[in-house]
């Protein structure tokens, strides 16, 4: 069974940083691009980041470039989201998902929230 | 970045009745393999998003015959033949076309 299991998630002050955790199963991890998606309270769902199958390209929305960073662990089947300078408008549910088919994500984990409070 | 807009943002359903959304990209989504690169995606009240369409007109493993995608270019279509009490949440299209990957802003279908 394919399953994809977010950690990480906290309170954490403005300014401060988090290190979010994907640990994956079920599929051929490095064979698959990943990525964050995340959702605001009462927003919709925003696209954060990827990451190519053997990680050497990353992508990134505007508003956490600089300050996000994606990264994987193939011999761990993990995936990684180390969030710094975070501010309030970072607060969300922050899913980790598989691209197990072409062009979408079709394997999503519950989620972890992060609260940005001081 | 490529925009996405999607209507209705609201859609009232009548179970058993069908349901369609549109769903429109500012660029182009034909990718040079010749496929459309935009999925739909439903988010259920307290669960995870799930995929249930990918390039534009492939059901996700496990959906419902009665969701169908169509459409090529910059207009996209998810047609819900029949709808059922419990497909009840917001949809959204999310192009993969280029980084970064872009959603919609999410349809909101409820019962009446």
């Known amino acids: 069974e394919v399953q994809v299991v977010e950690s990480g998630g906290g309170l954490v002050q403005p300014g401060g940083s988090l290190r979010l955790s994907c640990a994956a199963s079920?599929?051929?991890?490095?064979?698959?691009?990943m990525t964050w998606v995340r959702q605001a309270p009462g927003k919709g769902l925003e696209w954060v980041a990827n990451?190519?199958?053997?990680?050497?390209?990353?992508s990134y929305v505007d508003s956490v470039r600089g300050r996000f960073s994606i990264s994987r662990d193939n011999a761990k089947n993990s995936l990684y989201l180390q969030m710094s300078s975070l501010r309030a408008e970072d607060a969300a549910v922050y899913y980790c998902?598989?691209?197990?088919?072409?062009?979408?994500?079709?394997?999503w984990g519950q989620g972890t929230l992060v609260t940005v409070s001081s | 970045d490529i925009v996405m807009t999607q209507s209705p943002l609201s859609l009232p359903v009548t179970p058993g009745e069908p349901a369609s959304i549109s769903c429109r990209s500012s660029?182009?989504?034909?990718?040079?393999?010749?496929?459309?690169?935009v999925g739909w995606y439903l988010h259920k009240p307290g669960q995870s998003p799930q995929l249930l369409i990918y390039?534009?007109?492939n059901r996700a493993s496990g959906v419902p015959a009665r969701f169908s995608g169509s459409g090529s270019g910059t207009d996209f279509t998810l047609k819900i033949s029949r709808v059922e009490p419990e497909d009840v949440g917001v949809y959204y299209c999310?192009?993969?076309?280029?980084?970064?990957?872009?959603f919609g802003p999410g349809t909101k279908v409820d019962v009446k």
């Open positions: 079920g599929f051929t991890f490095s064979n698959h691009w």
């Open positions: 998902a598989a691209s197990l088919v072409t062009a979408a994500y079709d394997s």
């Open positions: 990451i190519n199958p053997d990680g050497s390209g990353k």
């Open positions: 390039l534009a007109s």
């Open positions: 999310m192009q993969a076309l280029q980084s970064p990957n872009t």
């Open positions: 660029q182009s989504l034909l990718h040079s393999d010749g496929y459309n690169y």
